[in-house]
């Protein structure tokens, strides 16, 4: 059983251009997260898809930024017109839903894209 | 709204001694989840364990335990008889039952060194 991977592991782009990350999750797993870490600080929560559909977005999130998760397995996170602040790790963890209502499920993260915009 | 606590930036030790790791928490929930992670230098978060609010029982594992306290709104972390291969960040986290797909909220983290 495979865990969650992500590529590429690092990325160095110029302020500016667009840059596109790709994860893919624990292969029965329904709940795909993004994470942003900067170094020293613990990850903050971008967004998350339950399948396909992208439930919740956080502020941090701007509108340089989107992600999509066509069929439901693998999903790509787009920065548009990067910028210097956006120098991260960012970090991509699956879960599979409980069935119970109020249940909640494990996330396990894969190894993160470095992100360093120069 | 959730937030997680973690006091202590680093916290360096000679091998084989204990080392206790805090994490105070908030949250307005009755329904919640308390996490533990490791993030050696590699980078990648290391699930450890998961904890909700209705058990309170202290839980060991190996070289590691945890003791949650409710009243104190607290869950701490000790790693007996450290090793080297312990040195890494470890992140509390917490996880409300009524939050949209349990997204987690990460406390700051606490840089371990181990020395040998």
């Known amino acids: 059983d495979t865990g969650v991977s992500q590529d590429p592991r690092h990325k160095i782009t110029k302020r500016g251009q667009n840059v596109t990350f790709r994860c893919d999750p624990i292969s029965e797993h329904n709940r795909l997260y993004w994470y942003r870490q900067t170094l020293g600080q613990g990850p903050e929560f971008l967004t998350y898809f339950q399948n396909e559909a992208q439930l919740e977005k956080s502020r941090l999130l701007s509108d340089r930024f989107s992600a999509e998760r066509p069929k439901g397995s693998f999903s790509t996170l787009e920065i548009q017109r990067t910028e210097q602040g956006d120098s991260a790790m960012y970090l991509c963890a699956s879960s599979l839903a409980g069935g119970l209502a109020g249940s909640t499920d494990t996330q396990y993260f894969g190894p993160g894209t470095r992100l360093t915009v120069l | 709204a959730q937030k997680v606590t973690q006091a202590q930036t680093e916290i360096s030790v000679v091998e084989k001694e204990d080392v206790t790791l805090d994490c105070v928490y908030e949250t307005r929930d009755t329904t919640y989840y308390l996490f533990w992670y490791k993030q050696p230098p590699s980078g990648e978060l290391v699930f450890l364990i998961r904890?909700?609010?209705?058990?309170?029982q202290n839980e060991i594992s190996g070289r590691y335990s945890w003791n949650f306290q409710k009243s104190t709104s607290s869950f701490n972390f000790t790693i007996t008889a450290s090793q080297v291969v312990d040195s890494a960040v470890y992140f509390c986290?917490?996880?409300?039952?009524?939050?949209?797909?349990?997204?987690?909220?990460f406390g700051g983290g606490t840089r371990v060194l181990v020395k040998p």
């Open positions: 986290a917490l996880s409300e039952a009524r939050a949209a797909g349990n997204k987690l909220t």
């Open positions: 904890r909700n609010s209705f058990d309170e």
